[in-house]
């Protein structure tokens, strides 16, 4: 079992930054594949970004490469998302995911991550 525990969202104008944090609990976390996802209202999850257990391999979504970056640091068992360059329609519900498996950072849909926080609320005004 795995607990994971966003926070670092809140409201940003567009052309700002923000950072969001993910700190893991219960299993081992260095062998976890983590990935963001994010869900604006009446809309799906969408992938955002992951990263592979060393962190020496990421993925993006195409809507934010470039502005966005995925990192982790396994000795404080927290992953991140720097998020720059924000447009209003980076408004969203941002979840933190871990994969339970052997899996893949190339995996992008919702059923192959099997824990998630419970969110952060990013809000990009213009």
């Known amino acids: 079992q795995v607990q994971l525990v966003e926070s670092g969202g809140g409201l940003v104008q567009a052309g700002g930054s923000l950072r969001l944090s993910c700190k893991a609990s219960?299993?081992?976390?260095?062998?976890?594949?983590m990935g963001w996802f994010r869900q604006a209202p009446g809309k799906e999850r969408e992938f955002v970004a992951a990263v592979s257990r060393s962190a020496g391999s990421t993925y993006y979504a195409d809507s934010v490469k470039g502005r966005f970056t995925i990192s982790r640091d396994n000795a404080k068992n927290t992953v991140y998302l720097q998020m720059n360059s924000l447009k209003p329609e980076d408004t969203a519900v941002y979840y933190c995911a871990a994969q339970g498996g052997s899996g893949s950072y190339y995996y992008t849909e919702v059923n192959e991550y099997d824990y998630w926080g419970q969110g952060t609320q990013v809000t990009v005004s213009s």
């Open positions: 219960g299993r081992t976390f260095s062998r976890s594949i």
